[in-house]
Each structure stands twice: as C-alpha cells, then as structure tokens.
C-alpha cells in the first residue's frame, strides 16, 4: 500500500466514492480511498434509492437540483445504467399543520423551477385509488422523482475514480489520524502508515468515531431503520409513485414485481443492522391503513441499515476549522444517496481550492458551536 498520498479519504460508501471520482475529474493525482469492509456496505447498500426535489430548504433543493444533472444522464457520464425510475413522489399530509406546511414548501420549491403539484384527498383518489384518503387533508406529488439503484450508482462512481487513478483499499480500517502544528500529517491504518496533508471523513455511521481520531468532536449518530420487502404483488397497477405518508413515518414503492416497505426508526442511536422482525406488526398496520389492499401482501423479507443523523438534519461539510486538512463529509441524515453527485463536486472543489459551485458555508460544524442551526418545519423525512 502506498506510503504518501495527496488525499486520503476515510469511507467507501457513495460519497466518499463520489468525492473520489469528482477529484479526477478535476486532475487531481494521489487519491488513496479507505474503507474498512466492503465498499458500500454502510449505510449505501441498505437505503432505498430515493431521488427527489421537494425538500423543505434551499440548500437541500440546490444539492437535488445538481444532482439530477448527474442521475439524468449517469449512463452517458459513467456507463452505467442507474435504472432511474421517475415513478415521482406523492407526499401525504394529515393534519391542518402539515398541509398548511407542505404548501409552503411547494411555493419554495416553486421558486426553483420545481412542478409540484397539490392535490386534495379527492384527486389523490382519482389518481390513486387503491390509498385510504379520508383522513388526509391533501398531498403534493413531483414528477420529477423517483429512485434509483444504490448499487449501480456507486459502480460508476467506483468505475470512474479508478480510471482516474484512485487507489482503493477495501478491509482496510483507519486506526489514527495524525496532525502537526494544526495540520493534517498522517493516517495509520491496520496495514500500515500513510502520510498525507489531506485526510476527509466520508465515514457514514461511524463519522463520529473517525473525528475522534483528528480530534474533532462529529455531532453524528447512527440510527437503524428497518426496511422489508413483499413477495410478487399484482394488486396495484403501475406506475406506483414513491408514496410516503408524513404523519406515519411511513412509505412504499415498487420493487421488482413486490413491494418495498419502510419500518421503524429506532429512538436510540445504534451500530445494530439486525433485523428485528416483530417490526412486521407495525409494518402491516401502517401498510393496511393506508392502503387496504395490502392485507394481501406477503411479507418475506427484510434488512436494516444505519442512518447518520446530524442535530438539524443537514449534512456537516466542509474543512474543519483549526485542523488545515481535515474535511467533513457527514451527517446526511438519510439524503446522502441522492445528492451524492452535487456533494462529491463541491467538496472536490473545496478541496482543491477551487470557489464551491453551490455555497454550503451553512453547512459547516462551527454552525453547531455558534447556535445556527438549519430548522425545517417538519422533521426531514428520511429515505
């Protein structure tokens, strides 16, 4: 393995391998990517793919707006067919709060160039009759999303930064990180030392414990989230949106001829992916209640994964200040697959020291130390 490096950079997940590709392609030379298990077995191969632009802040509404340049043409950039589904996201509203809340998000999203569509209860069931409207007081549903497969999406950033020189190390875990005088001067893994001025934590769940490491406190924890999957289900014709009821923490889409099913969400951070299938019962009572016709379905699998979960729930990003060197790439809070690409290019171009094409100085963790946090109306809903 190498003894010096230009950038080293700490997780093999889908942002650390965007990062990774996005240096390439801006000529950087010397990239070394860590990752202690196998690329993308955190938190990336566990989540559900979603792609979408409603969100409820203009700093998220940016990273997906970015981000769709690159999903839209991905097989073209990587040669990889992402299978993009742009099945759109219906988004269900229950209470006068949420409703009152989601037409506010639609007319910031509209200032983007965004085609949200509110619906009320009554057009939701035109559109959509196998849902359980009489309790909603409305939805709004974009076209422009959908879902996307983790895996292929980090093939091709994978493919990409390894044409571009990368070298890539899977089973290799970071043990230390080292700094001089406040700069970034080594790394030590389990084979061995790499000097380096540049070291970035793209570590998913375990962000907290690879800032450690630097000395720096990451307000990052990782929470399980549980999802199953139905075996063949012909009930519900397609297209089927990705539909997520907000009141229930609760969503559903197509996958392959069944259906992919959310659970719960731990209260208390964890490193537990285990499976806890008494979460069915919770499973089949939000799925029957909101879709009837779902009493039909057979449940025959499931798997968990960790979310990495900030105070605000927002990404923590940027080069930490007082430590020259160290960059973080963290605290995505569920969104850290669909805006991978537009993440990956700006923080290249930080490191680089190139102007960031998208500002992200709101992101940075003095914002924790300060009392500048990002406050959404609603808790972000997490894919």
């Given at each position: 393995m190498e003894k010096t490096a230009d950038i080293v950079i700490v997780g093999g997940g889908i942002i650390g391998a965007s990062i990774a590709y996005h240096l390439v392609q801006k000529g950087a030379k010397g990239i070394v990517l860590l990752e202690k298990g196998m690329l993308g077995e955190g938190s990336t191969g566990k989540c559900a793919g979603g792609i979408r632009a409603q969100f409820s802040t203009e700093i998220n509404i940016r990273f997906s707006l970015e981000s769709l340049k690159t999903w839209n043409n991905f097989e073209e950039i990587t040669g990889v067919d992402l299978g993009f589904k742009r099945a759109g996201y219906l988004f269900l509203a229950t209470t006068e709060a949420e409703w009152s809340i989601f037409r506010e998000n639609s007319a910031l999203q509209h200032q983007f160039g965004i085609h949200v569509e509110l619906l009320s209860p009554k057009e939701i069931n035109y559109r959509w009759p196998y849902l359980k409207v009489d309790d909603l007081t409305g939805g709004t549903f974009c076209s422009l999303d959908g879902y996307a497969g983790p895996y292929e999406a980090l093939s091709g950033f994978v493919?990409?930064?390894?044409?571009?020189?990368?070298?890539?190390?899977?089973?290799?875990?970071?043990?230390?990180?080292?700094?001089?005088?406040?700069?970034?001067?080594?790394?030590?893994?389990?084979?061995?030392?790499?000097?380096?001025?540049?070291?970035?934590?793209?570590?998913?769940?375990?962000?907290?414990?690879?800032?450690?490491?630097?000395?720096?406190?990451?307000?990052?924890?990782?929470?399980?989230?549980?999802?199953?999957?139905?075996?063949?289900?012909?009930?519900?014709?397609?297209?089927?949106?990705l539909v997520i009821d907000f009141h229930r923490a609760w969503y559903f889409r197509r996958e392959g001829a069944g259906l992919l099913i959310s659970g719960p969400k731990d209260n208390l951070p964890s490193f537990n992916v285990n499976v806890?299938?008494?979460?069915?019962?919770?499973?089949?009572?939000?799925?029957?209640?909101?879709?009837?016709?779902?009493?039909?379905?057979?449940?025959?699998?499931?798997?968990?994964?960790?979310?990495?979960?900030?105070?605000?729930?927002?990404?923590?990003?940027?080069?930490?200040?007082?430590?020259?060197?160290?960059?973080?790439?963290?605290?995505?809070?569920?969104?850290?697959?669909?805006?991978?690409?537009?993440?990956?290019?700006?923080?290249?171009?930080?490191?680089?020291?190139?102007?960031?094409?998208?500002?992200?100085?709101?992101?940075?963790?003095?914002?924790?130390?300060?009392?500048?946090?990002?406050?959404?109306?609603?808790?972000?809903?997490?894919?």
């Amino acid at each position: 393995m190498e003894k010096t490096a230009d950038i080293v950079i700490v997780g093999g997940g889908i942002i650390g391998a965007s990062i990774a590709y996005h240096l390439v392609q801006k000529g950087a030379k010397g990239i070394v990517l860590l990752e202690k298990g196998m690329l993308g077995e955190g938190s990336t191969g566990k989540c559900a793919g979603g792609i979408r632009a409603q969100f409820s802040t203009e700093i998220n509404i940016r990273f997906s707006l970015e981000s769709l340049k690159t999903w839209n043409n991905f097989e073209e950039i990587t040669g990889v067919d992402l299978g993009f589904k742009r099945a759109g996201y219906l988004f269900l509203a229950t209470t006068e709060a949420e409703w009152s809340i989601f037409r506010e998000n639609s007319a910031l999203q509209h200032q983007f160039g965004i085609h949200v569509e509110l619906l009320s209860p009554k057009e939701i069931n035109y559109r959509w009759p196998y849902l359980k409207v009489d309790d909603l007081t409305g939805g709004t549903f974009c076209s422009l999303d959908g879902y996307a497969g983790p895996y292929e999406a980090l093939s091709g950033f994978v493919k990409g930064a390894r044409q571009g020189g990368v070298k890539i190390y899977e089973g290799t875990e970071v043990l230390e990180i080292y700094q001089k005088n406040g700069k970034i001067s080594s790394v030590r893994t389990a084979k061995g030392d790499i000097s380096s001025p540049i070291v970035v934590n793209a570590a998913g769940p375990y962000a907290e414990e690879v800032g450690k490491m630097a000395g720096v406190e990451v307000p990052v924890q990782p929470y399980r989230r549980q999802l199953f999957f139905t075996a063949p289900f012909p009930w519900i014709p397609d297209p089927i949106p990705l539909v997520i009821d907000f009141h229930r923490a609760w969503y559903f889409r197509r996958e392959g001829a069944g259906l992919l099913i959310s659970g719960p969400k731990d209260n208390l951070p964890s490193f537990n992916v285990n499976v806890d299938f008494a979460a069915m019962v919770e499973v089949a009572e939000n799925s029957i209640y909101r879709v009837p016709i779902m009493e039909k379905a057979e449940i025959n699998s499931g798997w968990a994964g960790s979310y990495e979960i900030s105070p605000d729930n927002h990404a923590i990003l940027g080069e930490v200040p007082g430590v020259e060197g160290f960059f973080l790439a963290n605290g995505f809070s569920g969104h850290g697959f669909q805006h991978s690409p537009a993440v990956g290019r700006v923080m290249a171009e930080l490191i680089i020291e190139e102007k960031p094409s998208i500002d992200i100085s709101c992101l940075s963790i003095d914002r924790f130390r300060k009392g500048q946090l990002i406050r959404e109306p609603l808790t972000a809903f997490k894919e």
